[in-house]
T-cell receptor, first 113, second 114 residues
Framework: DTEVTQTPKHLVMGMTNKKSLKCEQH?????MYWYKQKAKKPPELMFV???????INESVPSRFSPECPNSSLLNLHLHALQPEDSALYLC????????????FGPGTRLTVT | QKEVEQNSGPLSVPEGAIASLNCTYS??????FFWYRQYSGKSPELIMS????GDKEDGRFTAQLNKASQYVSLLIRDSQPSDSATYLC??????????????FGRGTQLTVWP
């Protein structure tokens, strides 16, 4: 089973709203990732968690706030977003160790109005 | 900066033909290579991984790796209209504290026409 789940599938929010994206995996993977993908572009890495600790932050604006409550869950808290933040937000996970693949969830399509 | 380049598309092939997708990478120390398929509006789906020089076959898909030339390719035999998608080449940074981050090419859009 290589399933990563994400909720919600779609989200429309105003620039003053606060919302959260949720990602869950039950594969025992200890590395989890948030990506942002704009149309016709490859996924762009935002954050990496390793063993529930934030390990990489790709200079993402503070209006995006990640959280890893436990080894199965990853959240992305959103506040005061801009219209240009509209994109597909992807969560991925990978088992620790070499030669292990990264699996993506279905994504959350975010529209900021 | 780790560069991953894919052959510019779009690529259009007739049903039943072989589709050939190519990718080069800049980091000679890279050890892990992946092909993801992404349908329009969907998330990337892992279809092949390859770690050693040579060919790796899985059904109609064959990945080829040549580390000396820093080149990885994906062949799709007997292409079907359902193979129409964007194919992303990804190279993993395997050295240092990179936590397995992937570097993606820009993708090649494949269309298989009936």
């Amino acid at each position: 089973d290589t399933e990563v789940t994400q909720t919600p599938k779609h989200l429309v929010m105003g620039m003053t709203n606060k919302k959260s994206l949720k990602c869950e995996q039950h594969m025992g993977h200890r590395a989890m990732y948030w990506y942002k993908q704009k149309a016709k572009k490859p996924p762009e890495l935002m954050f990496v968690y390793s063993y529930e600790k934030l390990s990489i932050n790709e200079s993402v604006p503070s209006r995006f706030s990640p959280e890893c409550p436990n080894s199965s869950l990853l959240n992305l808290h959103l506040h005061a977003l801009q219209p240009e933040d509209s994109a597909l937000y992807l969560c991925a996970s990978r088992a620790a160790g070499a030669a292990n693949e990264q699996y993506f969830g279905p994504g959350t399509r975010l529209t900021v109005t | 900066q780790k560069e991953v380049e894919q052959n510019s598309g779009p690529l259009s092939v007739p049903e039943g033909a072989i589709a050939s997708l190519n990718c080069t990478y800049s980091d000679r120390g890279s050890q892990s290579f992946f092909w993801y398929r992404q349908y329009s509006g969907k998330s990337p789906e892992l279809i092949m991984s390859i770690y050693s020089n040579g060919d790796k076959e899985d059904g109609r898909f064959t990945a080829q790796l040549n580390k000396a030339s820093q080149y990885v390719s994906l062949l799709i035999r007997d292409s079907q209209p359902s193979d129409s998608a964007t194919y992303l080449c990804a190279v993993r940074a395997d050295r240092g504290s990179t936590l397995g981050r992937l570097y993606f090419g820009r993708g090649t859009q494949l269309t298989v026409w009936p």
